[in-house]
């Protein structure tokens, strides 16, 4: 996971949402991504997708049956979806997304019984992924600062709970 917050700090910088993913296989890391939808002009590009592909490539198949995803943010719909047809073993993820969490926070294609495998999820890895989105709700901030834009919040009840929320 920290190799992960490391590629969502390099999204950050890079003025991208800050993700990062990495898939590892047997113990080592085969593949890393981190969100580039700005840079690459598509909206496809996010971290966990890139990380999905490029475990492809290493593994030489589309079925990453015993490979692990790491990533610093609940994945979405779309990455679910890529999840679940690899046909990965795990996912965790460091924090829930309460708007489009495809992990069982607002949606649950994860882990229902439809998936194509049983798939372990596990959530609320490492406390310093919120420093990481702490650091991009600041400097979104100081892009628009008329507006607050985003503010992080941390819900009470659930510590593990931490998302941005947009300010209107």
């Known amino acids: 996971m ?7 700090e390099k999204a950050r910088a890079a003025e991208e949402v800050p993700v990062g993913a990495i898939v590892a296989r047997e113990g080592k890391i085969i593949s890393r ?10 909206a496809t590009a996010h971290a966990e997708m890139l990380a999905l592909t490029a475990a492809e490539s290493a593994v030489g198949d589309w079925r990453l049956t015993d490979c692990d995803l790491y990533v610093t943010k609940e994945p979405c719909p779309m990455c679910a979806g ?11 993820f460091g924090c829930p997304d309460v708007r489009a969490g495809a992990g069982g926070t607002v949606t649950p294609p994860l882990n229902t ?6 798939l372990a999820v596990i959530v609320g890895i490492l406390g310093g992924i919120k420093l990481c989105v702490d650091l991009w709700v600041r400097d979104k901030r100081r892009e628009r600062p008329s507006t607050g834009w985003w503010r992080c919040v941390v819900d ?13």
């Open 156 to 168: 009470a009840t659930r510590s593990s709970m931490i998302y941005l929320e947009r300010v209107v």
């Open 2 to 8: 920290r190799e992960a917050l490391r590629l969502a």
């Open 82 to 92: 890529a999840i679940i047809h690899t046909r990965i073993r795990r996912v965790i």
């Open 33 to 42: 991504g981190y969100n580039q939808v700005e840079l690459l002009k598509d």
């Open 113 to 118: 019984p439809q998936g194509l495998l049983p």
